[in-house]
């Protein structure tokens, strides 16, 4: 008994492999703005909120100490740093860091970052009024740029049976590389003001 060959076999095999590949780089390349989405759709991975602005503290506002924490992703040449290690600021208090990011290659670079606070618990009650992340910053080589973010933790964090006992919270952000961008969109914005666009 002979077998009979599907000769259209091989070129199926050859296209579904095609197809996927093709949907990993498109996953891979939208990969940054799904997880955004993701996170401020469900909350996911302490994502905070966003404001206008702070509601103010009182004097006798419980304190709550903030730590910074910066990450490149791997292959992100960038250095990255937090300006400050941690602050301590009352609950309602708006407050202004900053983060540093450096280019110390011989190429333009483009990064856009993610963040997230933990314990994760407390991310609807950390409020970001200004930040950096998601939007794509471009370096120029040696580049050096200041980033600001401002938040305030939310009075209501003290309230919440499963927050009350917080006290410290840190806020990370990691950078990854954009691949395939138009740098020269953003170069003249960052050579011009001297930041990059928030």
Do not use: H
Not at 67 to 91: I, K, L
Not at 101 to 129: L, M
Request: hydrophobic share 40%.
């Amino acid at each position: 008994m002979s077998e009979t060959r599907n000769p259209n076999g091989k070129r199926n095999t050859v296209i579904g492999i095609s197809l996927m590949l093709g949907v990993m780089v498109a996953l891979t390349a939208a990969a940054v703005p799904l997880y955004q989405l993701f996170c401020q759709v469900t909350g996911y991975g302490g994502t905070t909120n966003t404001a206008e602005a702070a509601p103010g503290a009182d004097s006798d506002a419980p304190l709550v100490t903030i730590r910074f924490n910066a990450d490149t992703a791997r292959g992100m040449a960038w250095d990255f740093e937090p300006m400050q290690r941690e602050v301590t600021a009352r609950v309602g208090e708006q407050v202004t860091v900053f983060y540093e990011a450096s280019n110390p290659t011989d190429r333009a670079i483009a990064g856009t970052s993610t963040y997230n606070v933990t314990p994760q618990k407390v991310g609807e009650y950390f409020a970001k009024i200004d930040c950096f992340c998601f939007t794509e910053q471009v370096l120029q080589p040696g580049m050096s740029v200041a980033m600001p973010v401002t938040f305030f933790v939310d009075p209501e964090l003290v309230i919440d049976p499963l927050t009350e006992e917080v006290r410290t919270i840190t806020l990370s952000y990691t950078f990854f590389e954009m691949e395939g961008t138009d740098i020269t969109t953003n170069a003249a914005l960052v050579e011009e003001t001297g930041t990059a666009a928030n």
